[in-house]
């Protein structure tokens, strides 16, 4: 059974450098766990690379690595949320449809994959934290 209370924050520096090795261990502790989530490491690693990616290249500019950016892992009994936090200004997420764009657009194609690869996403009010869901099977 999963444990209801489990949550985990992490904080990176804002590199790309950072990356795989965020990614890597937030793998591993979900992988402790034990979880049922079709496709579970191949759509979370995915869905992880490419929020922390925007982060870095939008919130932290690329010239500002005193930059950081918070990652939140929680685990529910009916989903697991992962939330990536940075300290930029954000964008105007209301003005853009995930479901028309085109997934080869050149901009905005990382948060298209992210909405069709996460069950469920979510965005603050000024666009600097989004918060995906996958659910159990």
Known sequence: MVNPAFIKQFIIEGSTESISRVVENI????????????DMDFR????????IANAVEHGCGKNN???????????KE????ISVEDQGE???????????????AENGRGLVII???A????FND??????????FN
């Open 27 to 38: 793998l591993l502790l979900l992988k402790e766990e034990n979880l049922q989530i079709e």
């Open 44 to 51: 979370i690693e995915l869905v992880m690379r490419e929020m």
């Open 65 to 75: 690595d005193s930059s950081q950016i918070k990652i939140n892992l929680e685990i």
């Open 78 to 81: 009916e989903y697991i949320s």
């Open 90 to 104: 954000g964008f105007e997420w209301k003005k853009r449809d995930l479901e028309t764009l085109p997934i080869f």
């Open 115 to 117: 909405n069709k690869t």
């Open 119 to 122: 069950d469920r996403i979510e």
């Open 126 to 135: 000024c666009g600097n934290k989004i918060k995906v869901y996958f659910e």
